[in-house]
């Protein structure tokens, strides 16, 4: 159980197009997913908080204009990259939490590379 | 503010050594969970464990161990007889009750290398 799936696993782009990837929770319900970007040998940082129904809640410095982010459903997130260019090539994950759940726990996407050349 | 510090960057043990994590955090809530993942090459986190405020007890399971002390505020995480396919990243983690949607807070993570 618990399984989160990310669509595509890897995507490259030409700069200035813009990608969206999607991230599904298979087998439970999650009212909150999270996106978060790593660049090569450096840790997770978290981009933005999305609630299902509303708006999402960025972090201090992700531009919300050129990250879209859309929780339409309990099983559904989406993370938009707009007019994409290189600096924005990286490893993007997403995880959600289980709404039956109080423990707190994430469960992690495999993740997508995104490479804009 | 929660914050996590893996103050080793990089590891590398030969095969069947022992290998210990460390992992300090800082929060002011007295409610939150500590975790910790493995990263290998392939990039999907891999969940090992976690542990909440109130459970100072340490645990073990298999070849992998964690001891809790809030008193340092520290979580470490030691290998026993280390073993290539542990070659990995791992990542201490901080979730506050009270931080908006739980959001994990991550250390910049340790980078196991297991020679054979």
């Known amino acids: 159980g618990a399984v989160v799936s990310q669509h595509p696993s890897w995507v490259i782009c030409k700069s200035g197009t813009s990608v969206k990837i999607e991230c599904r929770s298979l087998d439970f319900q999650a009212t909150t997913m999270f996106w978060y970007r790593q660049f090569p040998k450096q840790s997770l940082m978290l981009m933005a908080t999305s609630n299902e129904g509303s708006k999402a809640t960025y972090e201090q410095g992700v531009e919300k204009d050129k990250f879209l982010i859309n929780h339409a459903s309990l099983t559904l997130s989406t993370l938009t990259v707009t007019s994409a260019h290189p600096e924005d090539s990286s490893f993007y994950i997403c995880?959600?939490?289980?709404?039956?759940?109080?423990?707190?726990?994430?469960?992690f996407g495999p993740g997508t590379r995104l490479t804009v050349t | 503010a929660q914050k996590v510090t893996q103050a080793q960057t990089e590891i590398s043990v030969v095969e069947k050594e022992d290998v210990t994590l460390d992992c300090v955090y800082e929060?002011?809530?007295?409610?939150?969970?500590l975790f910790w993942y493995k990263q290998p090459p392939s990039g999907e986190l891999v969940f090992l464990i976690r542990?909440?405020?109130?459970?100072?007890q340490n645990e073990i399971s298999g070849r992998y161990s964690w001891n809790f002390q809030k008193s340092t505020s520290s979580f470490n995480f030691t290998i026993t007889a280390s073993q290539v396919v542990d070659s990995a990243v791992y990542f201490c983690?901080?979730?506050?009750?009270?931080?908006?949607?739980?959001?994990?807070?991550f250390g910049g993570g340790t980078r196991v290398l297991v020679k054979p």
């Open positions: 929060t002011r809530d007295t409610t939150y969970y």
């Open positions: 995880s959600a939490r289980d709404m039956g759940q109080e423990s707190y726990e994430q469960y």
């Open positions: 983690a901080l979730s506050e009750a009270r931080a908006a949607g739980n959001k994990l807070t």
């Open positions: 542990r909440n405020s109130f459970d100072e």
